[in-house]
Nanobody, 130 residues
Framework: QVQLVESGGGLVQAGGSLRLSCTAS????????MGWFRQAPGKEREFVAG????????YYTDSVKGRFTISRDNPKSAMYLQMDSLKPEDTAVYYC???????????????????????WGRGTQVTVSS
């Protein structure tokens, strides 16, 4: 198993920036496809960004393209989400997720499905005020 812990959330004004971190422990981090998801009050959890094992395959949901940047540092067992130009609609609890090494991600759509991820952190709250 792998344990995931998010940090970096907080309250920020619209147009501001935050950097979320996800640290992993337990097994070899580079074996896991990783993703960020978010859930706003009264809404379903949605995909935000995903990154392949070596960091080269990267996908974003349309609403964050050009504003958010996902990255990972395998030697540090960490993943990041740099969020710029934040909007009130970005307000949500943000979760990091990891997929078991045996799963195969052939297309971008594979990263979008929450059911393709097996391990989840507890989340970090991001609140963007208008």
């Amino acid at each position: 198993q792998v344990q995931l812990v998010e940090s970096g959330g907080g309250l920020v004004q619209a147009g501001g920036s935050l950097r979320l971190s996800c640290t992993a422990s337990g097994r070899t981090f580079s074996n896991y496809v990783m993703g960020w998801f978010r859930q706003a009050p009264g809404k379903e959890r949605e995909f935000v960004a995903g990154i392949g094992r070596d960091g080269y395959n990267i996908y974003y949901t349309d609403s964050v393209k050009g504003r958010f940047t996902i990255s990972r540092d395998n030697p540090k067992s960490a993943m990041y989400l740099q969020m710029d130009s934040l909007k009130p609609e970005d307000t949500a609890v943000y979760y990091c997720a990891a997929a078991e090494p045996w799963r195969r991600f052939y297309r971008g759509n594979d990263y979008y499905r929450s059911t393709n991820y097996d391990y989840w952190g507890r989340g970090t709250q991001v609140t963007v005020s208008s």
